[in-house]
């Protein structure tokens, strides 16, 4: 019966014992050497526990690998911060690559498209632990940003992070455009529709149809 509990406890929170959950304080050393592979996600979120067994089997796979890691993160709980600070607005969110510069996937969720994925980019990728992997424009990239104090790099994050919040902001303004202009063309529409059937529609179909 305990069991029958846990089992159930595990599907209604979409997350698994099975899969390593990462939080800021294991962030670092669980994912240092590694090409990652995470699910952000939030218990309540259906669509989490719905592929919650798939990516289970998924992490059960690369279990121990030498490079590739599967692992979650809970954003309601002690990884929140992590969540925040790849900028994670929707549940599951599933992320991949360089730790330090993780790319949105926007594959499949089954398990044969997760592990497809996974097999044919969880590999050693060109990343700070990994220069000799990049090619020659990255690895000046590289050496520049090494060059710069901390305090420009800060400047310089923060510049490119206000860069992504005006961006999305300038979406969400156009989004609203659209709605209203959408609410606008809706009304009219439906003001003429009701237009012409107040002159006279259905008496004329009823006439019709007595003839």
Not at 14 to 29: E, I, K, M, R, W
Not at 42 to 48: E, L, N, T
Not at 123 to 149: H, R, T, W, Y
Request: negative net charge; hydrophobic residues 40%; contains cysteine.
């Amino acid at each position: 019966m305990n069991l029958f509990f846990l089992t159930l406890a595990g599907l209604v929170t979409g997350s698994n014992a099975a899969v390593l959950s990462l939080t800021p304080d294991n962030f670092d050393s669980a994912t240092a050497g590694k090409t990652v592979f995470l699910k952000f996600f939030a218990p309540w979120c259906g669509h989490c526990k719905s592929m919650a067994a798939d990516y289970e089997k998924l992490a059960s796979d690369w279990e121990g690998h030498a490079v590739g890691l599967i692992a979650e993160v809970d954003c309601t709980a002690a990884g929140k911060p992590l969540c925040d600070a790849n900028g994670v607005k929707g549940f599951p969110s599933l992320r991949y690559g360089d730790p330090s510069d993780l790319q949105e996937y926007k594959g499949g969720r089954s398990y044969d498209a997760l592990s497809s994925f996974a097999k044919d980019n969880l590999k050693p990728v060109c990343s700070i632990k990994n220069i000799d992997l990049c090619d020659d424009a990255k690895k000046a990239e590289i050496v520049a940003f090494q060059g710069m104090s901390s305090a420009d790099l800060d400047a310089k994050i923060a510049e490119s992070e206000t860069k992504i919040a005006d961006a999305e902001k300038a979406f969400d303004e156009g989004l609203q455009g659209l709605q209203s202009t959408y609410e606008k063309l809706n009304g009219d529409k439906d003001a003429k529709v009701a237009e012409v059937k107040a002159s006279g529609l259905g008496l004329m179909k009823a006439v019709l149809a007595s003839m």
